[in-house]
């Protein structure tokens, strides 16, 4: 059997989106004759913790070493382990001083001590393939370290993208230029770099010339079958149709437009909103629920709160229609959320406020969908009119299946697995 090791801070039993395209990569190899080792962060605190995905990556026999580290979140996580989400303008005021003093991030202290675990078992262990899955950038250099330590192809797996991606803040010029040299080191220090989406390809093909078409691929995000294949269906009492979103609210994602587009529709066609639920699944921060408040929305807001992700897919092919948006910020584009492509895995039509770029694109292949631009008020109203009409006359949209079909983790595993086949050394 083939040996990978992995090395990503973020793994369950961390929760929410983030964790889960590292974990159903490293879930499906061992069915391709590959073994992966995975080192990823200690005790730490963080925002959500869900065992139901830790307990897959056990039972699906992958090694998890954890090591500690300096970093805030390690230092929290012995005495409080989930935390609660600060306010947004203290979340972004946290952001940009953490983006001041560390670079590349503040992970800095973790991806040292992730250095010396894995200089360690490569010490004493083959392994065939390195793989490391960005964010945080710091693990990339600990990775390129090891590429060079021990003669082992480097595969780096992009998220989203590091210089100039959309949560960038560089305080001085200096900022912006450590950052580019730093991935630039790094990317010519690799031997495949995987990104999720067309647009993060094209801009890194863009950025650094050096690299050809072929160095970069693309491998999506997707949703799990067994998920869904394990899932029951919630009993409703209510007849009425229901709006669901998964996830939380940060930055430039926020459920403002939707409520107020929501608060018209109240206005003007009073009646068929009160055959409308928004139901959210996961954490309302305080400015969410307060503007609910303000716009009297609450008798048509059901808050579920944050539920492991085995209970969160019951809930999603449990609705009628589900909901997602990405804001309008800058590299905007090359955002397609994990959970827009596991949404595609219920095969309910979707309204997705989104601009211009990789989601809307994935969402005009999936065929069916609403799409909006994120803060076209008027147009959600209207656009929320148009499908509980068809949901009345049970003439909703169906998915494109073959497009479904691709983006099943165990299909994306395996062209994975393809990749690292083509860059064994003997």
């Not at 780096?156 to 960038?168: E, Q, T």
């Not at 770029?357 to 969402?363: F, H, I, S």
């Not at 497009?403 to 697995?417: G, M, P, S, Y």
Request: charged share 25%; glycine share 4%; net charge positive.
């Amino acid at each position: 059997m083939y040996k990978v090791l992995v090395l990503a801070y973020y793994y369950p039993p961390m929760g929410l989106s983030g964790v889960q395209r590292t974990l159903k990569f490293t879930k499906y190899m061992h069915k391709f004759n590959w073994q992966p080792t995975v080192i990823t962060a200690g005790n730490v605190a963080y925002y959500a913790h869900d065992l139901s995905l830790l307990k897959e990556a056990e039972e699906a026999g992958v090694e998890i070493i954890r090591t500690g580290a300096f970093d805030v979140n390690s230092l929290l996580g012995a005495k409080y382990k989930t935390v609660n989400m600060p306010k947004e303008f203290l979340r972004k005021l946290f952001s940009k001083l953490s983006k001041t003093f560390f670079i590349p991030d503040n992970k800095n202290s973790w991806s040292k001590k992730a250095y010396k675990a894995a200089k360690n078992i490569l010490s004493t262990e083959k392994f065939d393939i390195i793989y490391v899955s960005i964010p945080p950038y710091s693990q990339f250099l600990t990775a390129v370290k090891l590429r060079a330590e021990f003669d082992i192809p480097l595969f780096v797996d992009y998220r989203d993208l590091w210089y100039d991606n959309h949560f960038a803040f560089y305080v001085t010029p200096y900022h912006k230029y450590k950052h580019k040299k730093l991935e630039y080191n790094a990317l010519r220090n690799s031997d495949k770099v995987v990104a999720i989406n067309r647009r993060i390809k094209e801009k890194i093909l863009l950025t650094y010339p050096f690299l050809d078409y072929e160095d970069v691929i693309i491998l999506p995000h997707g949703y799990d079958p067994e998920d869904f294949r394990q899932s029951e269906v919630i009993k409703r009492s209510s007849g009425k149709m229901k709006l669901t979103y998964s996830g939380i609210f940060y930055e430039n994602i926020t459920p403002e437009f939707l409520l107020r587009a929501f608060k018209e529709l109240t206005i003007e066609n009073p009646q068929i909103a009160s055959q409308i639920e928004l139901e959210f699944i996961g954490h309302l921060r305080d400015e969410n629920k307060k503007l609910i408040m303000e716009l009297n929305l609450s008798e048509f807001v059901k808050e579920q709160g944050y539920l492991e992700h085995s209970e969160v897919v019951k809930y999603l092919v449990s609705t009628d229609v589900l909901w997602m948006m990405i804001g309008n910020i800058s590299n905007a584009d090359t955002i397609s959320t994990s959970k827009l492509f596991e949404y595609f895995g219920t095969r309910k039509p979707i309204l997705g406020c989104v601009p211009d770029g990789a989601a809307r694109n994935a969402l005009l292949e999936y065929g069916a969908s609403f799409i909006v631009y994120p803060d076209y008020v008027k147009d959600i109203k209207d656009t929320l009119l148009e499908i509980y009409k068809l949901h009345k006359t049970k003439s909703l949209p169906v998915p494109n299946e073959d497009f479904v079909l691709k983006h099943d983790r165990l299909f994306l595993a395996e062209q994975l697995i393809k990749e690292f086949q083509f860059h064994l050394r003997a």
